[in-house]
């Protein structure tokens, strides 16, 4: 029942096929009405919560299915490709989500005693029994966007309690490794900070280790623990998911795009490119943009 009553509030605000960026920061919801349309994104730090329909997210080689029984916790900036599995237009998928804000974390850490340790690593995606303070949390926080006057004073106090929820949780010790500097995550965290702002570039494993404050060897362990990929994958999907924004937005050849994100061989870019969406830049940018309100992230 408590997922039935955050389900009716992200429908009412959702009332289209998409990713909504509400009023109230960091909280976006979701709405989609059709399965099996996989969808290519860079997931950032979150919480997600489905409150209908179902989902399965690929991370590299893992694969990880929820639904309204588990939240789901994003710890980094994490290159995805989602797939809703359960949805119709009478019964559409929907999903809240809020971002987490690592300032604000640190600050409830501060004034909260250290009741669990930080893990020390981990996939980058978990999920977790989605309890019913959590559930009524999020529920909550998104009928404020139907209070405009109230959500500025009381949003952030329902956010913070979520984050609490989320601290004193199953997810406690993940919850503040992220917010702690020298945690794994937070380590991992800078490499992929790094590769986000440079992934045009070629880079070392050395490099990435110094900036992660590791050595080479544990380096590489712990970042292909955290995202089921090797750094030079993982730079691999965001180039590639750049190029494909590009000749979407941009209506630019492949060659042009692949020279714009790093590529020095066309040829090499586009038999990337197959491989990771499944057609040819050409063939796979007509399709996207005669397929009606196709969402670029979900």
Known sequence: MIHASLAEQIARYAP?????????????????????????????????????????????????????????????????????????????????????????????????????????????????????????????????????????MLAPLVERELLFRLITGPTGSLIRSIAKGDSRVAQIARAIGWLKAHFREPHSGTQLARLAGMSVSSFHAHFRQATAMTPLQYQKQLRLQEARTLMMADRIAAAEAADRVGYESPSQFSREYRRLFGAPPQRDTVHLRGTIGAPLAI
């Not at 989902?55 to 029984?69: F, H, N, R, T």
């Not at 989605?130 to 139907?146: F, H, K, P, Q, W």
């Open 16 to 152: 289209e096929d998409g990713i909504i960026d509400t009023a109230i920061p960091r909280l976006s919801l979701v709405r989609w009405s059709q399965g099996a349309v996989p969808v290519h994104m860079l997931q950032r730090p979150a919480l997600c919560i489905i409150a209908q329909g179902a989902k399965q997210v690929m991370l590299g080689d893992k694969i990880v299915a929820y639904g309204p029984s588990d939240y789901l916790v994003a710890s980094l900036d994490l290159p995805i490709t989602g797939m809703v599995t359960q949805a119709s237009v009478d019964t559409p998928y929907l999903c809240f989500c809020l971002y987490l804000d690592v300032e604000l974390l640190s600050e409830l850490l501060l004034a909260m005693p250290t009741a669990t340790a930080s893990t020390d690593g981990g996939l980058g995606l978990t999920l977790h029994p989605a309890t019913d303070e959590i559930v009524d949390a999020a529920t909550r926080l998104t009928a404020l966007l139907g209070a405009p006057q109230d959500a500025a």
